[in-house]
């Protein structure tokens, strides 16, 4: 039986989608990516009755972590990561945060290995490497639910751009291939820019696959 919902809030000048997942009933909820205004989400999610209890990053890109130290500093959250993403976190130049006119580097509390299973605060999930939008990109599996938080990899009808540091089309369209269509035709994939879409729908429609 399915028992975790999903929110998302969409901000910021390459309108990022932050996704909150909680257990339903509960006000518990695991932040991702939270784009470029960390102070607006945790009033957003607080109004709502949710308490941030948990960041966590697909990958290190500025529109996805700007909003990160300010929703740590409200909420005490800790921020979790992809082990092999840590560097270009931290990294201004390699996250293109630089160039974009707001330097940032994030460290992450806890960086997780792939296939990593983790269980916060009654939520299960498991890390999926998915290198190739960045060396260190990954997406989130919540198996039971059959969610895919996919980041920037695997958009609807469309892949992540590959021309940033770390990026690479070649290792993208493999990790697609090899880590992301072999789940449930019904898994719903929740992407970092642009509309929802589910894993059979890109198996059929997706022309870079």
């Known amino acids: 039986m399915k028992r975790l919902k999903i929110g998302k809030i969409t901000l910021g000048v390459c309108q990022t989608n932050c996704y909150f997942v909680y257990e339903d009933g509960s006000g518990d909820a695991l932040v991702f990516d939270p784009a470029d205004r960390g102070d607006y989400l945790f009033e957003a999610l607080r109004d709502k009755g949710f308490t941030v209890k948990a960041i966590f990053l697909t990958h290190g890109h500025f529109d ?11 909420s005490g959250a800790k921020v979790y990561a992809y082990e092999k993403e840590a560097q ?6 390699m996250n293109v945060s630089a160039q974009a006119g707001r330097s940032c580097g994030v460290r992450p509390d806890k960086l997780f290995t792939d296939g990593e299973e983790f269980d916060l605060f009654g939520i299960k999930g498991r890390v999926i490497a998915t290198p190739g939008h960045t060396g260190g990109s990954c997406c989130y599996y919540f198996e039971e639910d059959k969610i895919l938080i996919s980041g920037d990899t695997l958009f609807q009808e469309s892949v992540g751009r590959t021309d940033f540091p770390t990026g690479s089309m070649g290792v993208l369209i493999r990790s697609i291939r090899d880590r992301l269509l072999v ?21 059929e429609n997706n022309s870079f696959l």
């Open 88 to 93: 270009l976190c931290e990294d201004p130049a």
């Open 183 to 203: 789940l449930p035709d019904d898994v719903k994939v929740y992407p970092g820019h642009g509309p929802s879409t589910t894993i059979g729908y890109e198996k």
């Open 64 to 74: 996805h972590i700007w909003g990160v130290q300010r929703l740590k500093e409200l």
